[in-house]
């Protein structure tokens, strides 16, 4: 018993050390995205956006949507699909295994006509019961499957795909019409080795403590997950992008298994096998954003989603990807865990004098201090990155917010962490060797 | 507690760290200073040209009538040249001829072209980026060529892709056929990017390029500046006369026949790529037989006759589909082969060429 509180100092002590070393390589990660944001925002122009949308040359992209309902938001999200700006693209809308009501309101809403064709199998899907086309003038491919995962009708729209270029949109994203011409601009430059292409710009704040707080977060997210990662070579899609994928890479690591995150974790298995020849892309301009967490249960909402999407595919990476996204790893699921621990220690030490207070004291300077500098840092570097046209009074708010942000919501978003690391659903691994086939 | 000099070490820790906490944090706040101005400055330059703009815009579209008022821009050309520059360029996609004449000639009475030659050797490459691109737009207009003199043949050789494609764009409208030429072989280089906006450019000058360069460019045996050639004549969709497609027909690089087969449907065909555009009809590839079918119908080579209706009876749906198609282009041999063929006792082939048969009468 007497070498309990020396026990308890040293875990605490190791604790606010390992902490640090968290904020440390997290502010080291903003920094990268700033740098790499501003080199990627001077490049990128949009001269020539007519003569893509002109050119033959420009390959043709199948967006792929994997329709959960039949809902008047599914409906009109396929609307909006269809009415994007782009020279050849066509919607591959599946649906997967609908109920005969279902399939009728697809019917009429898109004035669909059952046409017999063949389907390629590059990818193993469910039987397809049938294949309709629009009598509209639109580029609709609507496949109907029998009902399966998200993954095997992703596949069967892989499959139904004529370009060799696959579109696809996160759920929650919001897109301008032009997005596909501004994805393709990466992939053109460089075709032979941009297999895939992210864009996502963070959304305007919403009012409040809540929307300030939530626009903290998603500039983080778009500095590191998204600029960083990007100059890393270690893009993961994140909530609110929109992507483009070749299609060859996506049948050559035996297509979905599960969500678009495991296939962009595939892809970078992939690619660590073929010798790092593949590029993944980063379009930091505003194609396609996230709507603003206005409230609480907006930000509980995100916050989980995020982590449901990105924690089945991090923790099933084996020992070559599980190095290659040791940090990110950290970030998600170990850091959050860490730092709850460390903060019942300390105040359970310091509470039973176990615990000298200024080392309970370190603790939090480790956590909230450095998290109120880290999200200041994320609202300043996004702002010298480029101006994001938010008046001063804002940018101030934006900073205030740092403080109850870290302390409060910090400590809570931590359980929400923990909660959806260790109790999202398990996903199928990918079999060993798919990834190496021939591109 | 065992250690005495547990509680020294950590005060000495939490004021490091506090000390690096906030050494960060007024590092940072003096930044958010600088973004504030910033932004600040931003938000009043937006205020100032909202303001103006419209009268620009009038004003411009009054110019390019025939009006002889330039008053305005001079008026302005100090507080708010930014302002008149956009406003010019928002007019390059929409005006052309004399008009696009009158547009230049603004720019260059104003000092604008000036202004852009100086920032075409900026080294900061945002700036060469926008002079390039206006310099470009410019040099349809013959005096503003002359001032810019060598500028945009240096910056073909510009590090900046963006900048290199701006040059060639200006160059290509100084007419001259050497530099034309070398254009062209930019423009079969790996970068797709470059090829898709020069193809565009090029397209006035296909006839002179497929009689030289095009002709160079596909007999130099390299497969990737073949595929890169095809790529650009096929985007053209113009009746280029092609020596001989048959080796590209037959070529043993799939991407190349793709493009040989798509390039087939509105070329000038000799004999021997007829021959070998009939014998693809049974290629192993599917593909390339759909290809085939399409080229073989766009020809109306009415030779093909009875393979297209084996195909009609032999292929799937898709195919016998594009078959059918074919047959309906050629009456009346075609349309009386899908007239027998719809009774067919196979109901893939009596759907697709009753559908064609139906199509075709409809449409004549």
New interface residues.
Partial sequence: MEELPLALTLVVVVLAIVLAVFVRAGFDALLKGYFELRRSLRSTSYDFGSVLLKSPIVPGVSVVFAAPDASVESRARVRRLLDLHFGKHEVVLVLNGPAQEERIVWVREFHLYRQERVVAEDLPTLAIRGCYLSSDPIHLLVVDKEAGEVADALNAGVNAAQYPVIGLVDGEAEFIPEFLLRLIRPMLGDWDRTVAVCGVAPAKAAPGLAGSIGAIESLRLWLVRCAAFSAWNQLLPVPGACMLVKREAVCSVGGFRAGITELFLDLHAANRARGSQWRIAFVASPVSFRPAAATWADLHRQVRRDQRQLAPGLRQLGPGEGRTFFGLSCARGLRPLLETVAYVLAAAGWITGMVHPALAALVLVTTIGAGIVTSVAAVVLRELAEPSGTSPASLVALCVAAIPENLGYRQVRNLWLIAGFFGSPKVPKRKSGSAVTKL | ???PA??VV??A??YA??AL?GV??VF??L??L???????T??RR?AAAAAIRPALHAALVEFLAGGQDDSIFRQHIRTHRTDIVESILLFQ?TVGGSARDRLCALALDLGLVQQWCEEGRSRD??RR?GAL?NLAFASAYEPCRRVAGDLLLDALKDDD??VR??ACRGVLLSESSEQIKRLFELAIQ????T???L??DLRRHALALAAGPVRVALRSGEARRARATL??L??W?RAIPIDDLREFLEHRDRDIRVLAFRLASFVTLNFESRLALVRSLTDTDAGIRGLAIVAVGRQKMTEAIPELARCLRCE???QARQAAAALGDMPPQGWRTLEELSTNSNPVTALAAGEALARARMEA
Avoid: W, Y
Avoid at chain 2, 190 to 193: H, K
């Fill in positions: 507690m065992t250690l547990a509680p950590a005060k820790l939490l760290a506090a906490v960060h944090l940072l706040l930044l958010l600088v973004a504030m101005l910033r932004a600040g931003m938000r937006r996609g490459v945002i980026r691109s892709e963006e494609l701006s790996p970068n797709l990017l090829r898709i906006v193809t565009e790529d650009i096929v985007a969709e799937g749906l898709q």
